[in-house]
């Protein structure tokens, strides 16, 4: 008799009403998703804290720099030392990049024009020895219109600080995402009136790099005259046959 009472245990019917071990299995089907949010909610939170600090120490640099006391090179050096020390105390591993922009008003800076250039191939990329106007005299064309450094005085600068660190947990790794964590933060101050400001010279056509290259683009001879547009623009720039024509105009001919 018991063997038969044990037997109808485990009858089918008797084990759609048997709850034995439910509260297992839930946690085991629960367990996993609860583990991902988690992980997701610690990754996320320590990014806004370390983006939040970073933004602090950007801010306070920013004002350190702005004095005429920290346009020094050798104060500009000490206060980058500064930020990537107070960095490394958030990621230890991390890797800082330090920029520092500057343009002559704040509007510059908000608008942060390209400097013009003919755009001969439309690939909306100064290349291909394509003419620009150097409006800032510094020889190269600048995408945004700036000048690198921190200037000088009532000059407008654009302090960022990029900072790169491997991911504290591995989420992003489960779903195929980065395993780079990238911040970056920055701060636009006006350098203090310590002196008069400085102004640029009259705009100058100059010709961009023949190729762009990562990071910074090199750049190339100053042509003796910039090619012009419309009829009879296909000539040589330099005098050596057919090296310094557009290519466009070979089949113009």
Known sequence: MKRRSSLRRFAPAALRRDETGVTIVEFA?????LGLVLLATFDFGHTLYTRAVLQGIVQKTGRDSA????STADA????????RRQAKALANNSEITITRRYYRTFSDAAAARAEPWTDTNNNRVCDGSEPFE???GNNVWDRDGANEGQGGAKDATLYTVTMRYPRMFPLYNMIGG??????TAATILRNQPYGDQGSYAAPVVRNCPVEVTAPTPTPTPTPTSPPSN??????DNNG????GRDPECDDDD
């Open 67 to 70: 004095l005429e006391s920290g």
């Open 240 to 243: 050596s046959g057919n090296n």
């Open 134 to 136: 150097d409006l800032n």
């Open 230 to 235: 419309g009829p009879g623009r296909c000539h």
């Open 29 to 33: 089907l629960v367990a996993p998703v």
């Open 178 to 183: 980065s395993r780079t964590t990238k911040i």
């Open 76 to 83: 500009i050096s000490a206060l980058d030392e500064k930020v």
